[in-house]
DNA sequence: CTTGACCTTCCAGTAGCTGGAGGCCCTATC
DNA sequence: GATAGGGCCTCCAGCTACTGGAAGGTCAAG
């Protein structure tokens, strides 16, 4: 497979898969020609890496999940337990932006929102809680 | 004030402040030995960057606020509105966090984390849903 | 034989800082 | 007056995870 096939059965762009390669994510074989030519392996670990992507880890994350993945002696303890503290921080970064929006949610509230000068949100702004 | 003044007071790392001079937020005065010079304006001003930065307006968004905030005859509709369509990107991204942490706390949910190697997080991963 | 789609590499840029090197300035103490 | 320390200066590099674009090689169809 060339590079536009696996790119559309993985769903990720061209240029991400390159990407990968160049961090040693995935080390595709080269046909005569200088074309990367993708096995089912590689493309199986781009589906995988795309998923866990969208899933937010890191491409760390990703690539200790990649070892586990290959790696048929692992105890899913180990697997578990990257999950779990990303399952952590997606409930962190959920606490934040709620916090966010609670913040911005009452100022934009307690804004005419008119043609008037006074704005209670540049108010909060320059002057409300840290 | 020099640097470590307002980074004080404005509760932000002086190489920050030296970064919003460098993309035109601010533009503090020079003493006569090349020290920044800080007028009480320029400490409100990295007070309000620092408090929109932290409601997760972008540096852009941040230099549109700030513009608005010097305008004595804006219209409050013009914040409200930058306000309101940030409200929206928070509740996008907060939509978006929720799916992930349902559809990972549900794979770690059927983990054993054990240490045997079968393991529903990777086979997720590997062939779940896109 | 040419056209156009596809592939290659390499360079640069995105957001928003952050760390560090190398060096000047200022104050205090001996 | 010398020195020690802290704070300040600039400039360069790096972080994450790509993304865009230029310049050029390759391949199949007409």
Same mark, same amino acid.
């Given at each position: 497979m060339n590079i536009g096939d696996v790119a559309a059965r993985a769903h990720l762009p061209a240029k991400t898969i390159r990407y990968y390669e160049e961090i040693g994510l995935i080390t595709p074989a080269r046909g005569q020609n200088g074309y990367r030519a993708f096995s089912e392996t590689d493309l199986h670990k781009l589906v995988f890496i795309g998923r866990a992507r969208s899933l937010g880890f890191t491409i760390e994350e990703c690539r200790a999940l990649l070892a586990l993945y290959e790696d *048929?002696? $692992?105890?899913s303890a180990d697997v578990k337990r990257i999950a779990h503290d990303h399952l952590r921080q997606i409930e962190a970064k959920i606490a934040e932006l709620q916090a966010m929006h609670k913040t911005l949610g009452d100022l934009v509230q307690a804004c *005419?929102?008119?043609? $008037?000068?006074?704005?209670p949100i540049l108010k909060g702004l320059a002057s409300g809680p840290v």
């Amino acid at each position: 497979m060339n590079i536009g096939d696996v790119a559309a059965r993985a769903h990720l762009p061209a240029k991400t898969i390159r990407y990968y390669e160049e961090i040693g994510l995935i080390t595709p074989a080269r046909g005569q020609n200088g074309y990367r030519a993708f096995s089912e392996t590689d493309l199986h670990k781009l589906v995988f890496i795309g998923r866990a992507r969208s899933l937010g880890f890191t491409i760390e994350e990703c690539r200790a999940l990649l070892a586990l993945y290959e790696d *048929a002696t $692992r105890a899913s303890a180990d697997v578990k337990r990257i999950a779990h503290d990303h399952l952590r921080q997606i409930e962190a970064k959920i606490a934040e932006l709620q916090a966010m929006h609670k913040t911005l949610g009452d100022l934009v509230q307690a804004c *005419a929102g008119d043609q $008037r000068p006074d704005c209670p949100i540049l108010k909060g702004l320059a002057s409300g809680p840290v």
